[in-house]
């Protein structure tokens, strides 16, 4: 319940500050910092060495990729293409293709899911961001002609972002953050132990500064202008895709510790990572390309308690 009163919050705070002042224009900065402040206390967990691990716990990782980028993806498609706008479309794909989270370890810790492969799985995820920036950059000119014409009439006026780089992303929230877990690991361990102890306070207060930010951008400010009926539209789509994956990811895992593990990686999505790159296709998408995501962080935020308790039932040991 915290989670979504500060991501209301948030949400409220950065439409209203972006209404006041006209919105901010984006700053690639804020991957750096989703990067230090999200990722890189994730980091200081994993060893080299872990890298082992991956050969006993291939059935997982193959599920992981079957389930979240052939299944889930398809699911995204299939949606997407029945809402006729490309927008929601194209929001839910990106949805799709990046699953788990900042908070993802949190939920697979309290589930008591392994917490090994949770994270090997996370690494996996998050290693791929560049391949899948780079699927997701060849997605408008595919789907296109199988939608209606995208209006742009409301876009003209507002700072809108460029395509997305996909070297620049994998840089700012995989590259730069490991090297910098690193070098903390070797000369600074008192901060390792700091960031341990208020980790979840760190997580919760970036996603907070982070979301605030995005939707205090001119770009966020297009939410004014999309109509009753589509923002309707967004609501079903979202709703449905969410109600599909639970459902694969309660059918296709046990509730065994490594179950567990892939269990979370498939019910979430990384959401904060989608609205960042969201930014930068808004002009090309529409105004609807933020509103799956925007419903995103209540539909998984608020069903997470829920499962959680599906997930902490009685197991069988691993």
């Keep these: 319940m915290t989670q979504i009163i500060l991501i209301i919050a948030a949400i409220a705070l950065g439409l209203a500050t972006g209404n006041f002042t006209g919105g901010f224009a984006f700053s690639p900065a804020v991957c750096l910092i989703a990067g230090i402040f999200l990722v890189t206390p994730s980091l200081f967990k994993f060893h080299l060495s872990d890298f082992a691990l991956i050969k006993s716990h291939i059935p997982e990782i193959g599920k992981n990729i079957w389930v979240n980028y052939l299944l889930i993806a398809a699911i995204a498609l299939i949606v997407g293409y029945v809402s006729q706008d490309i927008g929601i479309a194209g929001a839910l794909f990106l949805l799709a293709l990046l699953p788990g989270g900042g908070m993802v370890m949190m939920w697979i810790k309290t589930s008591g899911a392994n917490v090994k ?41 507002v700072s809108a972002g460029a395509q997305v780089k996909p070297f620049a992303p994998f840089m700012l929230l995989v ?71 639970f459902a694969a990811a309660l059918l296709l895992t046990d509730r065994t510790a490594t179950g567990k593990a892939v269990f979370w990686h498939i019910a979430t999505r990384y959401i904060t990572l989608a609205l960042i790159l969201a930014v930068f296709n808004v ?26 308790k599906i997930e902490t039932r009685p197991t069988v040991a691993t």
Aim: hydrophobic letters at 65%; a neutral charge.
């Design 175 to 245: 590259v730069i953050p490991f090297i910098i877990s690193r070098i903390i690991l070797r000369f600074f361990p008192a901060v390792v132990a700091l960031t341990g102890k208020h980790q979840p306070l760190i997580s919760k207060a970036t996603m907070f500064g982070i979301v605030f930010y995005l939707f205090s951008l001119s770009t966020a400010q297009l939410l004014f202008k999309v109509s009753p009926a589509d923002l309707a539209a967004a609501v079903v789509a979202t709703a449905v895709f969410y109600a599909l994956t």
């Design 117 to 157: 492969l949770g994270f090997i799985i996370f690494m996996f995820n998050l290693a791929l961001l560049l391949p899948i920036t780079l699927i997701f950059g060849q997605f408008y000119g595919l789907a296109a002609p199988f939608f209606p014409p995208v209006d742009l009439s409301t876009i003209d006026a």
């Design 283 to 308: 002009d090309i998408f529409g105004a609807t390309f933020i509103l799956p995501i925007m419903l995103a962080y209540f539909i998984q935020i608020g069903s997470a308690g829920f499962l959680a």
